[in-house]
């Protein structure tokens, strides 16, 4: 099994401020990664995938970049609404999907 | 607009089973790949099980594996989860969605408690 490490755990953030997300596989899963962010109380929402490909609606302050074991979600500016937990997900050893333990983005 | 909708959530006591239901609209369901996701309290997100648009190939989760039945009705737009000898590390929100590589649209879930 792939197992998919997140850090920080939590995040502390002003509004304005860039974010660096950081996810890291226990094996090289190529591009094969999507990110998801997720709201109390609601649903994942897909952010990227493919490493780097936002998906249709995602504003463009969030980008997603690396390749192997080591990948990153920075989002440019956070924006109240940018406050939830992202998880990273890798499906390289398709279809045994697995997800990282999350970060939480909180406000500073 | 893709609409994902579960039902079927309750309670139920150690050993027992439940049946999770997930009505889809706005697309094409036959022409898609879909997936349980479930979420334990507080904790992260766990993939379950996987089946083809056809319903012709089926993966699962070691987790729960002999225990879940996933299925589908293309001609009711439905997708299923039959959960057996449920335990109380079942206990958690079931989401269906939609996709073979990554989620692209998820359901608002489902709940599911395991106690006595």
């Known amino acids: 099994e792939i197992v998919m490490t997140q850090s920080p755990a939590t995040l502390s953030v002003s509004p304005g401020e860039r974010a660096t997300l950081s996810c890291r596989a226990s094996?090289?899963?190529?591009?094969?990664l999507a990110w998801y962010q997720q709201k109390p109380g609601q649903a994942p929402r897909l952010l990227i995938y493919g490493a780097s490909t936002r998906a249709t609606g995602i504003p463009a302050r969030f980008s997603g970049s690396g390749s192997g074991t080591e990948f990153s979600l920075t989002i440019s500016s956070l924006q109240s609404e940018d406050f939830a937990v992202y998880y990273c997900q890798q499906h390289n050893d398709w279809p045994q999907f697995t997800f990282g333990p999350g970060t939480k983005v909180d406000i500073k | 607009e893709v609409q994902l909708v579960e039902s079927g959530g309750g309670l139920v006591q150690p050993g027992g089973s439940l049946r999770l239901s997930c009505a889809a609209s706005g697309f094409t369901f036959s022409s898609y790949e879909m997936n349980w996701v479930r979420q334990a309290p507080g904790k992260g997100l766990e993939w379950v099980s996987f089946i083809t648009n056809s319903g012709s190939t089926i993966y699962y989760a070691d987790s729960v594996k002999g225990r879940f039945t996933i299925s589908r009705d293309n001609a009711k737009n439905s997708l299923y989860l039959q959960m057996n000898s449920l335990r109380a590390e079942d206990t958690a929100v079931y989401y269906c969605?939609?996709?073979?590589?990554?989620?692209?649209?998820w359901g608002q879930g489902t709940l599911v408690t395991v106690s006595s």
């Open positions: 969605a939609r996709g073979r590589y990554y989620f692209y649209y």
């Open positions: 094996q090289s899963v190529s591009t094969n």
